[in-house]
Every structure is written in C-alpha cells, then in structure tokens.
C-alpha cells in the first residue's frame, strides 16, 4: 500500500498516522520472504541502488519465493534501526517505504530514529490500542492454547 492507503487502513481501525508508524516499527524484528517484496526491490524507484542489488541477488525475478530477508539490519533486536534504514531508502517492503517518502509521517520516521525511548514508548500505546479493536469475548472468542491454530 501506499501512504494514504496506510492511513485510511489504520484509520479505519481507530487508529492514527503516530500509531501507524509506531506499529509498523515492529518491522524491526524478524525477516520477509522474497515475493513479498520482489516487486519493491526491481521495480521501485525511491530505493537505495547498493541495498536494491544485495536483496535482488537473494530475490530474483522469477523462483525463490520463499527466500528470506531480514526487514532490517538488526533483526534480532528491538531497536530503531528499522526506522534509520527508511531514511537511507532501506526499506524492504514498499509499505515500510512509503513511511518515509516525502508525505506526513516523515517526521515521526526521523523521530524515531534518534529516539528509542520515545518509540519504545509510543509502540507500547499503540499495542494497547491495537489489542482492544474488535474484542471478542465470552463464546464469540477463544484464547487459544496454541495460536496457530483454533483450539
């Protein structure tokens, strides 16, 4: 998606530009497989050259699909390296990028980015927030034993 389409996803939830940016910074852990961002990779313009040719030599146009790529430098750790890449145009996933693109969330990016405690901070809100959309309780819910599946 892009950056309005972002926002009005997010809104649509209950949810503002600040908690968009700070949940996608949970972008800071873990990797995507490659034909989730194959397209963003030989196709996108607002991409670093140098970080587009390491993650095409993993991804290419056609097989691999299933080949990973961390979503930032550091992802084994929770930390703002995620939003620091977006500012290089080091962002693996088109969404991720469109974050720091020249719209309305630039500036909460570069916040970010030089701030951990506030992000630790505002990600934490926005967990809270996320967890009370659309509660399911008593028989409409579950807490399932195992959350892959339903129990």
Not at 17 to 29: Q, Y
Not at 34 to 41: A, L, P, Q, V
Not at 75 to 92: E, H, I, Q, T
Request: hydrophobic share 35%; net charge positive; with cysteine.
């Amino acid at each position: 998606m892009d950056l309005p389409a972002l926002i009005n996803n997010f809104k649509r939830q209950g949810l503002n530009e600040r908690d968009l940016v700070a949940l996608s910074g949970g972008h800071t852990l873990g990797s995507a497989q490659c034909f989730t961002f194959r397209n963003r990779t030989h196709n996108d313009a607002n991409i670093d050259p140098k970080f587009a040719k390491q993650r095409k030599s993993t991804c290419p146009l056609v097989g691999g699909d299933s080949n990973l790529a961390p979503l930032d430098p550091t992802p084994a750790r929770f930390d703002v390296a995620y939003f620091n890449s977006l500012v290089k145009k080091r962002g693996l996933l088109h969404s991720d990028q469109a974050l720091f693109n020249g719209g309305s969330t630039d500036g909460l990016v570069k916040a970010y980015g030089s701030n951990a405690k506030a992000f630790w901070a505002d990600f934490a809100k926005s967990m809270v927030k996320m967890g009370n959309i659309k509660i399911l309780t008593g028989k409409q819910g579950q807490v399932r034993l195992n959350c892959r599946k339903v129990n």
